[in-house]
């Protein structure tokens, strides 16, 4: 997974690439816009649609899975640089009780870290080292 915030997208939207489990690729802007519950639930039914566009067979995978892009005014440079740095305090933790998440890649103006599951070995049924 990577958060790129050295180049804000010009949507005011959320963006999201990545790669599926069969190795498609995909590109497309989540709209969350919506005033109200109805028109919420119009944005996500258009972003399932444009989710479904997106997807590309056959095309070379990244080597992430999920990437997103977030437009960021002045006003929240510094709860973002917070949040950041609380998870890469606890970035470990969330490797260790997500085994969905393989690495974690941060990339600001001002600094990058990257930190990834290593190999485990299996203790028991739930537990490995």
């Known amino acids: 997974m990577a958060l790129d ?3 804000p997208p010009s949507l005011p ?3 999201l690439r990545g790669r599926l489990s069969e190795g498609e690729r995909f590109d ?3 709209d969350r ?4 519950v109805h028109a919420l639930s119009d944005d996500m039914e258009k972003s399932w649609l444009a989710f479904n566009r997106s997807v590309q067979s056959g ?4 080597v992430f899975t999920a990437e997103f892009e977030y437009p960021l005014d002045e006003s929240a440079r510094e709860l ?3 949040g950041l740095s609380q998870l890469e305090a606890c970035a470990s933790l969330v490797l260790a009780f997500s085994p969905e998440i393989a690495q974690i890649d941060v990339q600001t103006p001002n600094t ?3 930190m990834s599951r290593s ?3 299996p203790i028991c049924d739930d537990v490995s080292l």
């Open 5 to 7: 915030l050295s180049h």
């Open 13 to 15: 939207a959320v963006r």
């Open 28 to 30: 497309f802007v989540i």
């Open 33 to 36: 816009s919506g005033a109200d």
């Open 59 to 62: 095309a070379e995978p990244r």
């Open 80 to 82: 973002v640089s917070t």
């Open 112 to 114: 990058s870290w990257a």
């Open 119 to 121: 190999s485990s070995t």
